[in-house]
């Protein structure tokens, strides 16, 4: 799906798939240079990284590991809490491995907040973030991205990976939902 046919439920069209695949391929090229040799494992977290994951390991040119964690926010609100239940732990031991966590989207900060924690404890090699979007005025806890797509404005956006009620994650490009969908 492109924002063509789901043009009635947008107001502006943010990022084309054709912007967001030439900022990955800058991204895979820097990874291929920070992890040469280091066989990184990349965390994806679900549902939304799973878009990212699925074009940013394939515009790798070095191997890498996959895995997944599911989590779910505690609490009234969506993410507003901060308090994260893991839904779907990892399969791999982190010990010694170089990860890299994948993420779709960084709203408020909180649950990659809790995530990195709760990773770190578990005795990886290096521990960095990747994330394709971040609403940098959203953010309510500081966040130390090391690859980053692109910054969005602080609205509704939906598309690749970016879901209102489960719907336009297909969609692939980026846009601002119209408020007739969800008011
Ligand atoms: C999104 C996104 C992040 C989180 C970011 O997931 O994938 O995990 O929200 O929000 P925060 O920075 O405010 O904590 P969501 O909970 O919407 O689940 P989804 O990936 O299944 O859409």
Known sequence: MDAADVAA??????????QIAGRLTEIAAQIDQDYA?????????????????????RA?????????????????????S?????????????????VIVVEDIID????????????????????????????PDALKIDIDVTYLGFD?????????GLDYAGRYRNLTDVGILAEHVYS
């Open 9 to 18: 439920d947008l107001t502006e069209v943010l990022y084309t798939s054709d």
């Open 37 to 57: 040799d280091k066989d990184p494992l990349l965390v994806g977290v679900l549902n939304g990284a799973v878009m990212v994951m699925a074009d940013l390991t």
């Open 60 to 80: 790798l040119h070095i191997h890498c590991a996959m895995d997944w964690m599911a989590v779910s926010s505690y609490g009234m609100g969506t993410h507003s």
């Open 82 to 98: 901060g308090v994260v239940r893991i839904l779907k732990d990892l399969s791999t031991d982190l010990v010694g491995r170089h």
């Open 108 to 135: 408020t900060g909180l649950t990659l907040s809790y995530l990195m924690q709760n990773l770190a404890s578990r005795n990886p090699a290096s521990l960095k973030i990747m994330t394709m979007f971040r609403k």
């Open 152 to 160: 969005l404005p602080n609205q509704f956006v939906v598309g690749y």
